[in-house]
T-cell receptor
């Protein structure tokens, strides 16, 4: 049973393209996290959101709590955006997290 | 900018040996986590820790695992008798408050290789 599903698993884009990564979850949550994992393995937190939309630079994250769905968008993609993007949801206590399998993004110059 | 640090970056050990992975969370954070990621698989929750005790743990976190905050700065994960399947990347994370939708900050990870 997968509490968090991401799509697509792999994505290749040309530089400049608009990218969308989707996340669906089946558990009740208080917030959802989008994480970026670099090729070296390190994880960086991009967004934490519980409603609506957040924007940081070229990254935009949206969430629809009723539909249990979130999207991560990258505008004007760049090769340095190449990484694995992971959706993670905490349990309602916030003390345990379920992670998606990640979306591996490659942006070609 | 404050960050979570982990040592060592890579640990190689023989099966059956004990290993201790070390983490220094951000200084004013109160809630600590360990995660692991087996190569090619998703990140998995191991344990959360608050107020000097385990808050939650997953099925993976069996009797071979233990966590400790031996002093005011370090947070350690001990694996008593390593198995081949313990080979993975182990991430430490911390956040300011216990529970609630607060952002976690991740360390760079320790790659554990069990031979």
């Amino acid at each position: 049973k997968n509490e968090v599903e991401q799509s697509p698993q792999n994505l290749t884009a040309q530089e400049g393209e608009f990218i969308t990564i989707n996340c669906s979850y089946s558990v009740g949550i208080s917030a959802l996290h989008w994480l970026q994992q670099h090729p070296g393995g390190g994880i960086v937190s991009l967004f934490m959101l519980s409603s609506g939309k957040k924007k940081h630079g070229r990254l935009i994250a949206t969430i629809n709590i009723q539909e249990k769905h979130s999207s991560l968008h990258i505008t004007a993609s760049h090769p340095r955006d190449s990484a694995v993007y992971i959706c993670a949801v905490p349990t309602l206590t916030g003390n345990q997290f379920y992670f998606g399998t990640g979306t591996s993004l490659t942006v070609i110059p | 900018e404050p960050e979570v640090t982990q040592t060592p970056s890579h640990q190689v050990t023989q099966m059956g040996q004990e290993v201790i992975l070390r983490c220094v969370p951000i200084s004013n954070h109160l809630y600590f986590y360990w995660y692991r990621q087996i190569l090619g698989q998703k990140v998995e929750f191991l344990v959360s820790f608050y107020n000097n005790e385990i808050s939650e743990k997953s099925e993976i976190f069996d009797d071979q695992f233990s966590v400790e905050r031996p002093d005011g700065s370090n947070f350690t994960l001990k694996i008593r008798s390593t198995k081949l399947e313990d080979s993975a990347m182990y991430f430490c994370a911390s956040k300011t408050l216990a529970g609630g939708p607060n952002e976690q900050f991740f360390g760079p990870g320790t790659r554990l290789t069990v031979l």
